[in-house]
């Protein structure tokens, strides 16, 4: 299982969870501070200015655990309507053209997989990561103004 963690500018952190492991809310904080490191890495202002995390209701994000976490480091999570997968950037923007690319490869190993997928986030445009995060405003103005009710195209 492959977790990206994205913004306009590009991918910050590609995650791969080994196979045979599961994620779990520890794994999941884990997987956070690596984020946190990655952030301070790629994109120092924006732990000044304050993270703003979308992700789904999944056990592992919202298990006290978890949520301890973002409160210890101050993250802002933005509210995840549930039966809402057009308010989930990767879910509707990201993964169907990586399905595409990968469509029809096959792979000797699980390090060729992922060699793939990070060749393949590196040589995406900024403008594509930019034109996804844009994409949200219009379904979540649509969430907002149905008061949180599930969003049909």
């Known amino acids: 299982m492959a977790t990206v963690f994205w913004d306009a500018k590009g991918v910050i952190l590609l995650d791969i969870l080994p196979q045979g492991q599961c994620i779990n809310a520890a794994r999941y904080c884990s997987t956070l501070d690596r984020l946190k490191e990655a952030i301070r890495r790629k994109r120092p202002g924006l732990l000044r200015r304050g993270v703003v995390l979308q992700h789904d209701n999944a056990t592992p994000h919202s298990a006290n655990l978890t949520q301890q976490w973002l ?16 308010l989930a950037p990767s879910d ?29 986030f590196d040589n995406l445009d900024v403008d594509f990561f930019r034109v996804g995060i844009n994409s949200l405003l219009s379904p979540w103005q649509k969430c907002i103004d149905l008061h949180g009710d599930y969003v049909e195209k």
């Open 92 to 120: 509707f923007y990201l993964f169907g053209p990586l399905k595409r690319h990968l469509g029809g490869m096959a792979f000797e190993t699980e390090g060729d997989l992922i060699s793939e997928l990070r060749n393949w």
């Open 71 to 86: 409160q210890r480091y101050g993250w802002e999570i933005l509210p995840h309507p549930a039966h809402s997968p057009d």
